[in-house]
């Protein structure tokens, strides 16, 4: 899950854009969920052809779907470790320099007036960018953004210590250097420090960002640049009367302002969530028309146009007119994806926020529904297992390899989940496929189950593991008889009952059904493991926490929705990150190589170093296993067919945007 500005800025340069833009089309793409993460850019209404250059008036009550409650109406808790994927889809967007225009997920000016990010310049002994910004630009409330926003927000990420989850990504802090432990094996100079030192207001509409080091692609501009901003005139009073984050986590979002066309007005857990239109949106009438090649033209309401990311040309793939269009969107709850289905079919809702693929039943049912629209794209995103390193067993190499040599992926995608999977080895899903290493293999792969058995015990006994009841491969019986029983580390430690944590089959029967399966390959082994399937909150409020008692989980099955730009393969396994002290490394993985790696991954000034990295740190993780990436799936999505999208064949899906419905019938 990377992390998330309100929802997951995809992350692409020009290249990475027009690349990203050509697959897209030759392909149908989709990509997300997460642990879950998500991302999407508010991008407005329908589809219009030469001529329309009107929104649709506003007036209609735009429903959606959802499976399960937000964490929080609060947007600074949104964005660290209350994030979930169903939090960042209900909470309007906040602002940003930059942001990511869809289909071709274009790197395009939010508050910034410069067309394209300008690069950094050495500032004395540090390195420097200055950004202009747009006099145009109002809060959902109507007062002006401007540079004292974005000093604000610097400053209060500043006073909480960095605060935790995406913020440590987008806004990194500088700290003193640090000397190396020469009596330590860790370096601890490989990150330590590496951040922003300052961000200045030079006027009101020119901001200055100072780093302590010559910072790359992974930071400037796909971190900071399209960081969260908030409005100082609201959120400043609360910031000033708490010395801790706790105070300003704990004050309500509902009617905050944002740089949005949508402010929300309503919150009932278990029920739903409303938003409502905002009637003087800055960006109201604006026209967007995106072409293929990547580029965008913009049009504002008064009719100035400006061109983002090279010549117009090609196809275009994208022409609307920003809204909102709705007068106000309301996201119903449902207890599980059954009952949104079905209420998706039988007219209840307009559109079905599901991260999750359909299993094949209620793919039938929504395929077989005359009035719905459905569209089906690649998602970028994988579900995978995670194992806490820092408890015994898990901490042990030889019982992480043991246990991913038993996973039969292709078995799991092929055969269990019907084709709903694809198995997959990268922490970079195949849909992006400039940055997915193809090379990659999984432990055993290719080896039938007699094989992976005999391979997962002969790990253990090598590594010096033990049991009471050694398991055995029983040929007549194509199964292990006997399983093992007492199992013992090395040092002679017995491993005691372990609990896998997964979504339940009422919110994701493919991730509930993966470990049911995972639970009787280990028992095989010896493992006394039981698979604990509950609800997607439980997991995430016990995998994330920080407080007193947490991290006492063995395992979890969970997902990650994705940013084209994969700087999640170092945001989710630095050392610097650990979940313990607020970030993304859940399994707390530490490895002074793949640190080194993320430290260099920072200051990669192109693509093809960038890329290089990713492949290693990739590789890193592969061999050492803190988690076990096991599937992504296409996305179907459906929605009735009395409402329209400005696009519909997109990488990651429509529900990785913000976008407004308009109605074409009543």
Same mark, same amino acid.
């Given at each position: 899950?990377?992390?998330?500005?309100?929802?997951?800025?995809?992350?692409?340069?020009?290249?990475?854009?027009?690349?990203?833009?050509?697959?897209?089309?030759?392909?149908?793409?989709?990509?997300?969920?997460?642990?879950?993460?998500?991302?999407?850019?508010?991008?407005?209404?329908?589809?219009?052809?030469?001529?329309?250059?009107?929104?649709?008036?506003?007036?209609?009550?735009?429903?959606?779907?959802?499976?399960?409650?937000? &964490?929080?109406?609060?947007?600074?808790?949104?964005?660290?470790?209350?994030?979930?994927?169903?939090?960042?889809?209900?909470?309007?967007?906040?602002?940003?320099?930059?942001?990511?225009?869809?289909?071709?997920?274009?790197?395009?000016?939010?508050?910034?007036?410069?067309?394209?990010?300008?690069?950094?310049?050495?500032?004395?002994?540090?390195?420097?960018?200055?950004?202009?910004?747009?006099?145009?630009?109002?809060?959902?409330?109507?007062?002006?953004?401007?540079?004292?926003?974005? !000093?604000?927000?610097?400053?209060?990420?500043?006073?909480?210590?960095?605060?935790?989850? +995406?913020?440590?990504?987008? @806004?990194?802090?500088?700290?003193?250097?640090?000397?190396?432990?020469?009596?330590?094996?860790?370096?601890?100079?490989?990150?330590?420090?590496?951040?922003?030192?300052?961000?200045?207001?030079?006027?009101?509409?020119?901001?200055?960002?100072?780093?302590?080091?010559?910072?790359?692609?992974?930071?400037?501009?796909?971190?900071?640049?399209?960081?969260?901003?908030?409005?100082?005139?609201?959120?400043?009073?609360?910031?000033?009367?708490?010395?801790?984050?706790?105070?300003?986590?704990?004050?309500?979002?509902?009617?905050?302002?944002?740089?949005?066309?949508?402010?929300?007005?309503?919150?009932?857990?278990?029920?739903?969530?409303?938003?409502?239109? !905002?009637?003087?949106?800055?960006?109201?009438?604006?026209?967007?028309?995106?072409?293929?090649?990547?580029?965008?033209?913009?049009?504002?309401?008064?009719?100035?146009?400006?061109?983002?990311?090279?010549?117009?040309?090609?196809?275009?793939?994208?022409?609307?007119?920003?809204?909102?269009?709705?007068?106000?969107?309301?996201?119903?709850?449902?207890?599980?994806?059954?009952?949104?289905?079905?209420?998706?079919?039988?007219?209840?809702?307009?559109?079905?926020? +599901?991260?999750?693929?359909?299993?094949?039943?209620?793919?039938?049912?929504?395929?077989?529904?005359?009035?719905?629209?459905?569209?089906? +794209?690649?998602?970028?995103?994988?579900?995978?297992?995670?194992?806490?390193?820092?408890?015994?067993?898990?901490?042990?190499?030889?019982?992480?390899?043991?246990?991913?040599?038993?996973?039969?992926?292709?078995?799991?995608?092929?055969?269990?989940?019907?084709?709903?999977?694809?198995? !997959?080895?990268?922490?970079?899903?195949?849909?992006?496929?400039? @940055?997915?290493?193809?090379?990659?293999?999984?432990?055993?792969?290719?080896?039938?189950?007699?094989?992976?058995?005999?391979?997962?015990?002969?790990?253990?006994?090598?590594?010096?593991?033990?049991?009471? !009841?050694?398991?055995?491969?029983?040929?007549?019986?194509?199964?292990?008889?006997?399983?093992?029983?007492?199992?013992?580390?090395?040092?002679?430690?017995?491993?005691?009952?372990?609990?896998?944590?997964?979504?339940?089959?009422?919110?994701?029967?493919?991730?509930?059904?993966?470990?049911?399966?995972?639970?009787?390959?280990?028992?095989?082994?010896?493992?006394?493991?039981?698979?604990?399937?509950?609800?997607?909150?439980?997991?995430?409020?016990?995998?994330?926490?920080?407080?007193?008692?947490?991290?006492?989980?063995?395992?979890?099955?969970?997902?990650?929705?994705?940013?084209?730009?994969?700087?999640?393969?170092?945001?989710?396994?630095?050392?610097?990150?650990?979940?313990?002290?607020?970030?993304? &490394?859940?399994?707390?993985?530490?490895?002074?190589?793949?640190?080194?790696?993320?430290?260099?991954?920072?200051?990669?000034?192109?693509?093809?170093?960038?890329?290089?990295?990713?492949?290693?740190?990739?590789?890193?993780?592969?061999?050492?296993?803190?988690?076990?990436?096991?599937?992504?799936?296409?996305?179907?999505?459906?929605?009735?067919?009395?409402?329209?999208?400005?696009?519909?064949?997109?990488?990651?899906?429509?529900?990785?945007?913000?976008?407004?419905?308009?109605?074409?019938?009543?």
């Amino acid at each position: 899950m990377k992390t998330t500005q309100t929802r997951w800025r995809w992350l692409a340069l020009f290249l990475v854009m027009a690349m990203v833009a050509a697959a897209c089309t030759r392909e149908t793409s989709d990509t997300t969920e997460a642990g879950e993460d998500s991302a999407t850019t508010q991008v407005g209404a329908a589809d219009t052809t030469e001529g329309e250059a009107e929104p649709t008036a506003a007036g209609f009550t735009y429903t959606v779907g959802i499976f399960e409650d937000p &964490n929080t109406d609060n947007p600074w808790a949104a964005i660290d470790t209350e994030s979930d994927v169903w939090t960042n889809y209900t909470n309007p967007d906040m602002a940003s320099l930059y942001t990511y225009q869809g289909p071709t997920y274009t790197l395009i000016p939010l508050l910034a007036a410069d067309d394209s990010p300008p690069a950094l310049e050495a500032d004395g002994d540090n390195y420097s960018v200055t950004v202009n910004l747009r006099d145009d630009v109002t809060w959902s409330d109507g007062e002006p953004i401007d540079a004292g926003d974005i !000093v604000f927000t610097f400053e209060t990420v500043e006073k909480y210590g960095g605060l935790g989850g +995406n913020f440590l990504t987008q @806004w990194p802090l500088a700290t003193d250097p640090v000397e190396d432990d020469p009596a330590t094996d860790e370096d601890e100079t490989a990150t330590a420090g590496l951040g922003i030192l300052s961000v200045e207001a030079l006027d009101t509409q020119t901001v200055k960002i100072t780093f302590n080091f010559e910072a790359g692609l992974a930071v400037w501009p796909f971190a900071t640049g399209v960081a969260s901003i908030y409005p100082e005139h609201f959120w400043g009073p609360t910031v000033d009367e708490n010395d801790s984050f706790e105070g300003l986590y704990a004050r309500s979002g509902l009617g905050a302002p944002n740089a949005s066309g949508m402010v929300s007005s309503q919150r009932e857990p278990g029920a739903f969530w409303r938003n409502n239109a !905002v009637a003087d949106y800055w960006d109201r009438g604006s026209r967007y028309t995106v072409y293929d090649n990547g580029s965008v033209e913009y049009t504002n309401a008064s009719g100035t146009t400006e061109t983002y990311g090279g010549d117009p040309r090609g196809e275009v793939v994208a022409d609307y007119i920003e809204g909102p269009h709705a007068s106000e969107t309301v996201f119903s709850r449902y207890s599980d994806q059954s009952s949104a289905v079905l209420a998706l079919t039988e007219g209840e809702v307009d559109f079905l926020l +599901n991260p999750l693929g359909l299993q094949r039943g209620l793919q039938d049912l929504v395929l077989a529904e005359p009035d719905l629209n459905v569209t089906v +794209n690649e998602q970028n995103h994988f579900r995978y297992l995670a194992f806490n390193m820092r408890k015994f067993p898990m901490s042990e190499l030889s019982f992480r390899q043991a246990i991913a040599c038993r996973i039969d992926k292709e078995f799991m995608a092929n055969s269990v989940l019907s084709g709903a999977a694809i198995s !997959v080895n990268s922490l970079v899903p195949p849909g992006n496929s400039f @940055w997915a290493n193809p090379d990659l293999t999984g432990i055993c792969e290719g080896q039938e189950d007699a094989q992976r058995f005999e391979t997962a015990k002969q790990i253990l006994l090598d590594a010096g593991w033990t049991w009471d !009841v050694e398991p055995e491969w029983d040929e007549d019986n194509r199964d292990v008889i006997p399983r093992g029983e007492g199992l013992r580390g090395p040092d002679g430690t017995t491993v005691q009952a372990l609990e896998l944590l997964a979504p339940g089959p009422g919110y994701d029967p493919l991730r509930s059904t993966y470990a049911l399966w995972i639970e009787e390959w280990t028992v095989d082994l010896g493992i006394p493991l039981t698979a604990e399937t509950t609800g997607f909150s439980v997991i995430i409020d016990e995998v994330l926490a920080v407080d007193e008692g947490a991290l006492e989980w063995d395992m979890y099955i969970l997902g990650w929705r994705l940013t084209p730009f994969p700087d999640h393969v170092f945001d989710f396994f630095t050392t610097g990150n650990d979940s313990a002290d607020g970030g993304l &490394n859940t399994p707390g993985y530490s490895n002074p190589e793949f640190d080194a790696l993320a430290a260099d991954f920072k200051s990669a000034r192109t693509l093809e170093e960038a890329r290089d990295l990713i492949f290693r740190g990739d590789a890193i993780i592969n061999d050492d296993l803190p988690y076990v990436v096991l599937f992504a799936n296409p996305i179907i999505e459906a929605y009735r067919n009395t409402i329209e999208f400005p696009f519909t064949t997109v990488l990651g899906g429509l529900q990785n945007f913000s976008l407004e419905a308009t109605v074409t019938s009543s």
